[in-house]
């Protein structure tokens, strides 16, 4: 089973990326947790194929979060999306030249977002270990 983290602190946020995985026929099984400290455990344990950063967490921002887990050499080469509500020109370049891998602008565009994550899937080697059970 391929294994997506998503990282977000508000729970309405969390409803509408859940409810696209499961109603879009997203090859992978989501996780979700509320803060970058458990997202960095999580990710080190289940080795997701993809994390999904909201920039405003509790505690932890999402930009730490992302220096953590791409500093951290068991996570280092797990693509990291920002998710962010900041949608003005050039904040999408400034989230990956900060070291992100791609921004999602919200609110998410929920058919362009299933399409972007289909594609990543489609695109991105599937290793054996990458099963998981609940967190």
């Known amino acids: 089973?391929?294994?997506v983290l998503l990282v977000e602190g508000k729970s309405l946020n969390r409803m509408v990326i859940e409810d696209l995985f499961e109603y879009d026929e997203i090859p992978a099984t989501l996780f979700s947790v509320e803060s970058g400290e458990r997202a960095i455990e999580l990710a080190r344990r289940r080795k997701p194929l993809l994390v999904l950063i909201d920039l405003e967490l509790p505690g932890l921002s999402g930009l730490d979060t992302m220096r953590r887990l791409k500093g951290d050499p068991q996570t280092r080469d797990i693509p990291v999306w920002a998710i962010s509500a900041?949608?003005?020109r050039g904040d999408a370049a400034q989230t990956v030249s900060a070291g992100f891998d791609a921004c999602v602008a919200k609110p998410i565009d929920t058919k362009q977002f299933a399409e972007q994550i289909?594609?990543?899937?489609a695109n991105v080697p599937h290793p054996e270990a990458s099963s998981c059970t609940a967190p």
């Not at 289909?118 to 899937?121: A, E, L, P, V, Y």
Request: net charge positive; hydrophobic share 60%; proline share 0%.
């Open 118 to 121: 289909r594609q990543f899937m």
């Open 86 to 88: 900041y949608a003005m």
């Open 1 to 3: 089973m391929n294994f």
